[in-house]
C-alpha cells in the first residue's frame, strides 16, 4: 500500500460548514480522500492530541515531498507563485516549495505520522468492540453456568472463576475499545494485541469460553500486522445533530404521549421513512410469528421424549433462533441479485401504466434503490439469531450434557464454531470505517458466504440441517442463477467504436449497445461494470453510462486515477491501439469480406478489449416517476445527469406527446476547478442541449409549460486567474480537430487539417447524431452565446453567478437552501424527485434538505434517490 501523503496548509482557512476543517498557515494535513470537486477529505491534529476529519479546499495546500505544481504560475510577476487569493509567493530554492513574500507566521510542529493508511488494525478494533467483547461477556455467563451445573458434581470452580473473568474482560475491551475508538496503550509497544493474546490463551482453559479465545486469537493476528505495518487508528468523526433533530425534540418536549406519536409518524412520513417502517413491523411479526411456532413444536416435541433423553427446555428455544437464521441468512441472498432488480426496477419505472403504478406502491414499502439497506438489515436480524441459538444451546448442553451429545454428536458444536469465525470475519469486514479504506478487506472477507452456506448446510444431526435447505432453495437458486447470467452477459463480444483521453485524466470509451446489451438496451444513468482481461482478468469496476438510452451506441466516461492504477492502466492499453499522437480515434477491423469496418472487440493478445456486465439499476430511472426532477452530480458523477439532459431535451421532450415526465427539469453539477479541462466535452453537450430547448421553445408553446435549466458550481477557484492561463488552455483549439471531444469528432466529418475557424462554422447548429436527418435541414437560432464563450467563462470566472440563458454558472459549493425553497414555491402540492451521484457529503447535505423541505401539510415531498455501487 502506499505511503500516506501529507498536505502543507499554505494560507489559513476558516470552516463555513460543520464537514469542513478549520486551520491555519503551515498545519499539517493528512489526506485520506480526494474528490474531482476540490474539496478533499483530511485530519488534522488539534492542540489536545485528538485529531479531526473533515473536507478542505485542495488549493490551500501543498503536497510536502512535492514542488508547488498546483498552484498558479504567472509569468507576469518574473516567474513567481500567485495564490489563489492574490497573494504573491516567492520559491524557496533550497526545498523547492513557496514562501509568502507577507507576514510569516509561526509554523506548528507535525506529529510525525505512520508510514502506511489504517487498514488491519481498523479490522481488529472493529473485531473486539463487536464481536470478542460481546463474545467473552456472553459465553463468560455460559461459562459460569456450566460451571454450576458441574460443581454439583464436585467439579467445575474453575469454568465459573473463568467465567467472572472473561465477563469483567468483556466488559473492559469493550468499553476501552468504545471510549478510545481503538486508540493504542502506548505507540512503542504493541500493549492491546499482547493484552488479547494473553487472555486468548486463559480462555482455552474452560471449553465454554474457546469461542470467544478464537475470536481475540484472530484479532490479535490481524492487529500485529497492523503494527508491523506501522499503522494507527483514526478516530471516525462523530454524527452531530442536524436542525430537524433539534426541531422534533423541541416539538416533543411540549406534547403528551399519544401526540408525540403522531408527530413521529408524520416526520418520518415527511422523511420519506414511512412505507419502509410499516414493511420492518410485517416483516418483524413475521419473524416473531416463525419464532413462537417453532418454540411451541420443539417443546411439544421435548415433552413426548423419554426421561433419559430429554433435553432442557432451553433447546426449543435453541431451535427457534435457529429457525430466525434459516429464514433470514437465505432471504439475505435476494437484495444481491442484481438482475432481478433490474427487471423489475424497469418495468416499475417503464411509464405511467397501471403495472408500473402498482409496482410502484409496492415498491415503496420494499424500495429496491436501497436493496443494499435491505440486505443489512437482513443481515442484523440472521445475527440476533446466531447469538441466541449460541447462548440457548449452550445452557441446554451445561443443564442436559449427556441427552444432548447423544441426540446431536459432536459435530454441530465444531461446524457451529466454524459458522461464528465467518459470521466475525464477515461483520467486522462491512464495517464502513474497514470497507472505504481497503475495500480488498472487504471482498474477500464476504466471499467467505460460500462457506457459510456450505457449512450451515451441514450444521446438524448427523451432518445435515434438516430446516435451512427448505428456505434456501429458492434463494439459492436466484443467486446461482444471478451469477450465471452475470458470467454469460461478461462473456458477450463487445465492439468498441472510439477511444479518446482528455487531460488531465479523462477517458471516454464509445461501444455498440446491441453487441454489449442486446436488444433490451439500457435506461437512463443505468451503470455497468467493467473487466479488461489484459489489464487484470479478475477485476470489475462501475461505471455510470453517459449517454441517453435512444442512441445506437453508448459511452463511458472514466477518471483515471493516477499511474499505476486500473484506470489509468486500461486508458494506455486502449490508447495504445490508436495512431501515435491523437487523443481520439476509432477502432477498425476486417470483416468477412476483408472490408475495414469500425469497430474492435479482439485485442493484439487476442484477448476482448473489455467485457462489459451490465446495464444495473440506478436511481435516474425514478425521472420518469415525477413531473419535477432535481438531478445533481458532483465531478465524474455527473455522467447520468447529462445522459438524462439528452434523453429529456432530444427524446421525451422532443417526440412525447401530452404530459411529460419529467417537465421541469433541474440539473446541478459540482466540479472542481482544476478539473474543468477535462470536462470540455461536457461542456459541448450542455450548449447543445440548451440550444436545442431554445429552438423548442421559439417553435412550440407548449415548450413554454417546461422548465430547463442547468446550474454549474466551480469549487477552488483562484481569487485572480491570468489571461495567459486561458490562452495556454485553449491553445491546441486551432489544430487538434478532437479538442471538443468525442462527439463533435464523431458528428462531423471533417479534415484533419481543418482550422478553429472552419470548424466552429461546420460544427454550428449541428444537433444529435441520431436524431431525424430532417433537423439538420431546420434552420437553428443561435444562442446568444458559444460553447467557446462558456468554457473560457469557465475557466477564469470573474463573478460570483453569471447566466447562459438557462445555464448558469456559480463559484463555490452549492448553498441547497434557496434551491429547494424556490422549488417548493414555484411547484406546490408536487412531489420532486431529487436524483444524485457523487460525493458522498454532498448526497447527506441533499437528504437534509429533503427531509427540511417535505411537508405533509404541504402536501409536498422531495424524494431523494442516491446512487449505491
Avoid at 599 to 608: D, E, S, T
Amino acid at each position: 500500500m502506499a505511503s500516506q501523503q501529507v498536505y502543507k496548509a499554505l494560507w489559513a482557512f476558516k470552516a463555513s460548514d460543520d464537514d469542513q476543517l478549520t486551520f491555519e498557515k503551515g498545519d499539517n494535513i493528512r489526506l485520506l480522500g480526494k474528490d474531482p470537486s476540490g474539496w478533499w477529505l483530511g485530519e488534522i491534529e488539534k492542540e489536545d492530541g485528538k485529531f479531526e476529519e473533515g473536507l478542505f479546499p485542495s488549493n490551500y495546500t501543498q503536497h510536502v515531498a512535492s514542488p508547488a505544481s498546483r498552484l498558479m504560475f504567472d509569468p507576469a510577476f518574473g516567474g513567481k507563485v500567485l495564490h489563489p487569493s492574490g497573494e504573491l509567493l516567492i520559491m524557496d530554492s533550497s526545498v523547492g516549495t513557496p514562501k509568502s513574500e507577507g507576514k510569516k507566521r509561526k509554523k506548528k510542529k507535525a506529529r510525525e505520522k505512520p508510514t502506511a493508511r489504517t487498514v488491519f488494525r481498523v479490522w481488529a478494533h472493529v473485531q473486539v468492540l463487536y464481536g470478542a467483547s460481546t463474545s467473552l461477556a456472553l459465553f463468560g455467563l455460559l461459562a459460569m453456568h456450566y460451571g454450576a451445573e458441574e460443581k454439583a458434581e464436585g467439579d467445575g470452580l474453575v469454568d465459573v472463576s473463568l467465567g467472572v473473568l472473561a465477563v469483567v474482560a468483556g466488559a473492559i475491551f469493550g468499553i476501552y475499545e468504545s471510549v478510545t475508538d481503538g486508540e493504542p496503550i502506548s505507540e512503542t509497544i504493541p500493549l492491546r494485541p499482547i493484552l488479547w493474546l494473553i487472555v486468548s490463551f486463559v480462555c482455552w482453559i474452560s471449553f465454554p469460553l474457546w469461542t470467544p479465545g478464537i475470536f481475540l486469537l484472530i484479532a490479535a493476528g490481524i492487529d500485529l500486522i497492523g503494527v508491523l505495518r506501522s499503522e494507527e487508528y483514526v478516530p471516525p468523526k462523530k454524527r452531530r445533530k442536524t436542525r430537524k433533530d433539534k426541531e422534533i425534540a423541541e416539538e416533543n418536549a411540549e406534547m403528551d404521549f399519544w401526540d408525540k406519536v403522531q408527530s413521529w409518524l408524520i416526520h418520518k412520513h415527511e422523511e420519506n421513512k414511512l412505507h419502509r417502517l410499516i414493511f420492518c413491523a410485517i416483516y418483524a411479526i413475521v419473524n416473531v410469528i416463525l419464532f413462537i411456532y417453532t418454540a411451541v413444536v420443539w417443546t411439544a416435541a421435548v415433552d413426548a421424549m423419554d426421561e433419559d433423553e430429554r433435553l432442557s427446555y432451553y433447546a426449543p428455544f435453541a431451535k427457534a433462533f435457529g429457525a430466525i437464521i434459516d429464514l433470514n441468512a437465505s432471504l439475505i441472498l435476494i437484495p444481491v441479485c442484481r438482475t432481478l432488480i433490474r427487471i423489475l426496477y424497469n418495468c416499475a419505472t417503464k411509464d405511467e401504466g397501471c403495472c408500473a403504478m402498482m409496482l410502484r406502491t409496492f415498491f415503496k414499502f420494499i424500495p429496491l434503490d436501497k436493496n443494499i439497506m435491505l440486505h443489512k438489515t437482513l443481515a442484523k436480524i440472521a445475527l440476533f439469531g446466531v447469538i441466541g441459538h449460541t447462548i440457548m444451546h449452550f445452557i441446554n448442553y451445561a443443564i442436559r450434557p449427556d441427552p444432548t451429545v447423544d441426540r446431536f454428536g459432536f459435530w454441530p458444536f465444531y461446524s457451529g464454531v466454524l459458522l461464528l469465525i465467518i459470521c466475525q470475519m464477515i461483520y467486522s469486514g462491512a464495517f464502513e470505517q474497514v470497507k472505504r479504506p481497503t475495500f480488498e478487506i472487504f471482498w474477500y472477507s464476504h466471499h467467505l458466504f460460500i462457506f457459510y452456506f456450505v457449512i450451515t448446510l451441514l450444521h446438524g444431526e448427523g451432518g445435515w440441517n434438516p430446516n435451512f435447505w427448505k428456505y434456501f432453495l429458492v434463494p439459492g437458486l436466484m443467486y446461482i442463477l444471478e451469477r450465471i447470467m452475470r458470467y454469460c452477459r461478461g462473456r458477450r463480444h463487445v465492439i468498441l467504436k472510439s477511444a479518446m483521453t482528455m487531460e488531465p485524466n479523462l477517458l471516454s470509451i464509445a461501444m455498440d449497445k446491441t453487441s454489449a446489451f442486446g436488444e433490451a438496451g439500457f435506461n437512463e444513468g443505468q451503470y455497468v461494470f467493467v473487466n479488461c482481461p489484459s489489464v487484470k482478468p479478475y477485476e470489475w469496476h462501475p461505471f455510470t453510462i453517459s449517454s441517453p438510452p435512444q442512441r445506437e451506441d453508448f459511452t463511458l466516461h472514466i477518471q483515471t486515477q493516477g499511474p499505476g492504477s486500473w484506470t489509468d492502466s486500461v486508458k494506455n492499453y486502449l490508447m495504445s491501439m490508436g495512431p501515435k499522437g491523437r487523443t481520439f480515434f476509432e477502432f477498425k477491423r476486417r470483416d468477412n469480406k476483408g472490408q475495414m469496418v469500425t469497430g474492435k472487440v479482439l485485442g493484439p493478445n487476442g484477448l476482448q478489449l473489455l467485457l462489459i456486465d451490465g446495464p444495473h439499476s440506478a436511481p435516474t430511472q425514478h425521472m420518469k416517476e415525477y413531473e419535477v426532477a432535481l438531478i445533481a452530480g458532483a465531478g465524474i458523477g455527473l455522467t447520468p445527469v447529462i445522459a438524462c439532459a439528452e434523453s429529456i431535451v432530444y427524446h421525451r421532450w422532443k417526440f412525447g406527446v401530452g404530459k411529460v415526465f419529467p417537465s421541469h427539469a433541474y440539473f446541478y453539477w459540482v466540479v472542481s476547478h482544476r478539473d474543468i479541462e477535462a470536462y470540455r466535452w461536457f461542456v459541448v453537450k450542455v450548449v447543445e442541449c440548451m440550444t436545442a430547448v431554445f429552438n423548442m421553445k421559439q417553435k412550440s408553446n407548449i415548450m413554454k409549460d417546461k422548465t430547463f435549466q442547468f446550474n454549474i458550481y466551480i469549487t477552488s477557484v483562484p481569487r485572480r486567474v491570468d489571461k495567459k492561463y486561458v490562452d495556454e488552455a485553449m491553445a491546441d483549439e486551432k489544430d487538434d480537430v478532437d479538442f471538443w471531444g468525442p462527439t463533435r469528432a464523431s458528428q462531423i466529418d471533417l479534415p484533419t487539417n481543418l482550422s478553429r475557424t472552419n470548424f466552429s462554422k461546420a460544427f454550428e447548429g449541428a444537433t444529435d447524431s441520431k436524431s431525424p436527418k430532417t433537423d439538420r435541414k431546420i434552420e437553428q437560432k443561435k444562442l446568444p452565446f458559444t460553447t467557446r464563450d462558456l468554457y473560457t467563462y469557465m475557466l477564469a470566472p470573474s463573478e460570483a453567478k453569471r447566466d447562459f440563458e438557462d445555464i448558469i454558472v456559480r463559484t463555490g459549493r452549492p448553498k441547497w437552501d434557496p434551491h429547494f425553497q424556490q422549488l417548493a414555491d414555484d411547484h406546490k402540492s408536487k412531489n420532486v424527485g431529487v436524483m444524485f451521484c457523487g460525493n458522498r457529503f454532498i448526497g447527506k447535505d441533499l437528504k437534509k434538505m429533503c427531509t427540511k423541505y417535505s411537508s405533509a401539510q404541504r402536501n409536498q415531498f422531495f424524494r431523494l434517490h442516491k446512487e449505491n455501487f
